[in-house]
């Protein structure tokens, strides 16, 4: 067994390895993982983009085939955040962007920006005073 943590280099080699790998499972949730971690690094995206986005519509096609053939489908919240990125079209999905304003790092995250917000059990201190 080799160990990941060697180099910085061989691990994100090896991260990157794993998310090839795992679009072959051709699944709804292995798809939306490697596209959202894929969309932190233009490299990754680039170098994944075309199997990226035949399993899209492969995906695409086999659940609007299920929803028209009135079979079941359990992924309800998965299946809602990838009909929404299939609408913006694969080509417009913008990667993660990052930007220092003063003294906060502020991050763009289209893709999450598609799940539904989570409600957190615990404010934040700079949200108590928006």
Not at 81 to 107: A, M, P, W, Y
Request: aromatic share 14%.
């Amino acid at each position: 067994m080799t160990n990941l943590f060697k180099s910085f280099e061989y691990f994100r080699e090896q991260f990157n390895q794993r998310l090839h790998d795992l679009l072959g499972q051709e699944k709804l949730g292995t798809f939306m993982l490697v596209l959202a971690n894929s969309a932190q690094y233009p490299q990754l995206f680039v170098a994944l983009h075309s199997k990226l986005k035949i399993q899209l519509d492969t995906l695409y096609s086999e659940y609007v085939s299920k929803l028209h053939h009135g079979k079941q489908i359990n992924q309800e919240e998965d299946l809602l955040v990838f009909f929404k990125k299939t609408d913006v079209e694969f080509g417009n999905i913008k990667l993660i962007q990052h930007r220092t304003e003063s003294h906060c790092k502020l991050l763009f995250n289209h893709i999450r920006s598609f799940r539904q917000r989570r409600q957190p059990s615990f404010l934040h201190a700079i949200e108590m005073y928006i």
